[in-house]
């Protein structure tokens, strides 16, 4: 049976939280039966190939928001610059409020701080090598002012420095992402993590 182990984990093992469950629940993680676990990262980082993945090897549902607000409007029209829908956030919240009180989540979008704190359990960064995010993006077609936009955004750690100032640092795990083995390796951590997880018993 799983247990909550009382080790103290070396500062240099990054996957110490994953391995063990260990993150402090979310106040809202008492009314659900399965943890909530958002994915963000620049564009590129591999955050929808890792949802997927992570939907099937775990028995989760996959919401990628950019393709809810697309399909149900909830946005404020395309922004011709930025090549892309540009969200209404209190209608995306609204949206999914009842589904995320529910658990079972995986969301998947590149941003993370108009999100309600309560709603998650575990927040993944996904982080890529600036060349191969750059091969990528150019790849997709990102060129300009976009390119060099989400370039510089990962060399600042913006996504990271995001997500720290939005939630508990304890729950916030930034991961690795520049190959096909990263993508594997991290999948099989999260996907143990997220079955070996129970409500908090408070």
């Known amino acids: 049976m799983y247990q909550l182990p009382s080790t103290k984990f070396p500062i240099s093992d990054p ?7 260990v993150f402090a629940p979310a106040t809202m993680a008492k009314r659900r039966a399965r943890p ?10 591999g955050k929808t190939t890792t949802c997927s993945l992570l939907a099937d090897a775990a028995g989760l549902r996959h919401v990628n928001v950019s393709d809810l607000a697309r399909e149900k409007s909830l946005h ?4 011709d610059d930025l090549e892309c829908h540009v969200i209404n956030e209190d209608l995306v919240c609204d949206e999914l409020e009842d589904q995320m009180e529910e658990g079972g989540n995986i969301v998947d979008y590149h941003g ?10 575990l927040v993944i960064v996904l982080q890529t090598d600036n ?25 600042f750690q913006v996504l990271l420095e995001e997500a720290r ?6 729950i916030v795990m930034p ?6 083995e990263d993508i594997s390796r ?17």
């Open 15 to 21: 996957t110490r939280h994953f391995r063990y469950g």
């Open 112 to 121: 993370c701080d108009f999100f309600p704190e309560r709603w998650f359990d």
């Open 186 to 202: 991290n999948v099989a951590t999260v996907s143990d993590w997220i079955n070996n997880w129970r409500p908090p018993v408070c």
């Open 165 to 170: 100032e939005s939630y508990k640092e304890e």
């Open 76 to 79: 404020e029209g395309f922004d």
């Open 131 to 155: 060349s191969i995010l750059h091969d990528r993006l150019t790849s997709r077609g990102y060129m300009g002012a976009k390119l060099t936009n989400n370039i510089e955004c990962e060399i």
């Open 175 to 180: 991961l690795r992402s520049d190959n096909v």
């Open 36 to 45: 909530n676990v958002l994915v963000t990262g620049t564009p590129g980082t």
